[in-house]
């Protein structure tokens, strides 16, 4: 019989087979690659998910004692209390200063104890807490090896509203609001808001951040939007960042900060405003008060309203401890009754809008703590709460139509907040 024929006679056959052993195959395949996942699967089972703490370690695997340094308590009493040597504290001391300073070491802060889970209970790591944010470890495991961290920090968006009825301050307390972020809306609105000057209705609206480790917030982070009506006058401020434009702006543009702040310290209470008669209360007769005075605690700080050089800064029997800043050809400020002087403030040193240049005392003809604030204009005293003082630059037109989406966006979050009033005292 010819191969042909031969062909011919079992090409069905052949053709059945290579079938078969095509169709082997694909379950073979099939079952390989099943068996692979639920070999996964079951591996994810046998090896649980480690799971760490905000300091790095795994959480279940250690005996954790937490406590808090005592008034007066050293690190070297804390660690002498876990029954080291005092050779042993000594050499950890040493080996720590290049991330710690000891004598930091505050009471009130916390510390954990971490000791291995069996009887012998051994000291495995040593945590301080140097901030809310910021710890120092110390492990043990092995030798000993010092390093500083961060716990992370995970934000929140949030908003909030209140009208007020005293502070804004007080609002944000009572309203179970951050206390914090009446500074941050204070450093925003510094130009725009006298916060001495806060009246019962004034109103505002935020939309920010909060950021927390773990359940616990440890401050404001980004503001992104926000509204406030001061004294019947409707202010919007936008967060805007692109290249090297920082800033925040409202809705048409215009730069919310300002040439001058409105006020030299961040918060206090005015005492007495710029008068042609007032009665002194040292002096005890009628004079012109030329100026502002905001009491706040001896120490606060005391900011220069604007960029300049200082022109001045001495002792007189009345002024006390003063500053001069002469800010450009128009403007003048001076600052009075300081209790010192920041480090640095002499005559020609240049100072930016911002820079602490003393700290409120009561130096000079002065009944108690405050600074008095004085303004000039071409060479003649003025009220400076009455002054309109120019913007610093508006955002660039190449930026608006970015800008404007960012706006209109941000408008409408605050138009769906609610205004929460403050919770009145029973």
Not at 278 to 305: E, N, S
Not at 345 to 373: E, N, S, W
């Amino acid at each position: 019989m010819s191969f042909k024929s031969l062909f011919s006679k079992y090409l069905p056959v052949l053709f059945i087979l290579f079938a078969v052993i095509l169709i082997v195959s694909f379950f073979a395949v099939k079952s390989t690659d099943n068996q692979a996942e639920i070999d996964s699967e079951t591996l994810e089972e046998i090896i649980p998910e480690i799971l760490y703490d905000e300091y790095g370690i795994e959480k279940d695997n250690y005996l954790v004692e937490a406590s808090v340094v005592r008034n007066r308590q050293t690190l070297g009493h804390i660690l002498g209390q876990l029954d080291f040597s005092p050779r042993f504290i000594d050499r950890i001391v040493r080996e720590m200063s290049e991330h710690f300073d000891p004598r930091r070491v505050r009471a009130g802060n916390s510390y954990h104890v971490y000791r291995t889970n069996d009887t012998l209970q051994d000291l495995q790591y040593f945590i301080y807490d140097i901030s809310a944010l910021d710890f120092l470890k110390i492990d043990l495991t092995d030798s000993i090896e010092i390093s500083r961290g961060e716990k992370e920090v995970t934000a929140m968006a949030k908003t909030a509203s209140g009208v007020i009825n005293s502070s804004l301050w007080v609002t944000l307390t009572q309203n179970n609001l951050n206390p914090e972020l009446a500074i941050k809306l204070s450093e925003i609105l510094a130009w725009e808001v006298d916060f001495y000057r806060i009246q019962r209705g004034d109103r505002f609206k935020v939309v920010y951040e909060e950021e927390y480790v773990g359940d616990v917030s440890v401050g404001i982070g980004r503001v992104d939007a926000l509204y406030f009506m001061h004294h019947g006058r409707e202010i919007y401020g936008f967060k805007f960042e692109k290249d090297t434009v920082s800033g925040y702006f409202a809705p048409d543009g215009e730069n919310l900060r300002k040439v001058f702040l409105a006020a030299p310290i961040k918060f206090g209470r005015i005492t007495s405003g710029y008068s042609a008669s007032r009665l002194h209360p040292v002096l005890g007769v009628r004079r012109p008060h030329y100026g502002t005075d905001y009491a706040a605690p001896t120490g606060t700080p005391i900011y220069a309203v604007g960029d300049g050089v200082v022109t001045e800064a001495r002792f007189t029997s009345g002024n006390g401890n003063y500053v001069r800043i002469r800010h450009n050809s128009v403007y003048d400020t001076q600052y009075l009754h300081m209790s010192r002087f920041a480090t640095g403030i002499r005559p020609g040193k240049r100072v930016q809008q911002g820079d602490v240049i003393g700290y409120v005392g009561m130096t000079g003809l002065a009944t108690g703590p405050h600074v008095c604030f004085r303004f000039w204009k071409n060479g003649q005293q003025v009220d400076h709460r009455r002054e309109e003082f120019p913007s610093a630059d508006p955002l660039h037109e190449d930026f608006h139509e970015e800008f404007f989406v960012i706006r209109d966006h941000w408008i409408e979050v605050l138009e769906g907040i609610a205004f929460a009033e403050e919770q009145m005292p029973v």
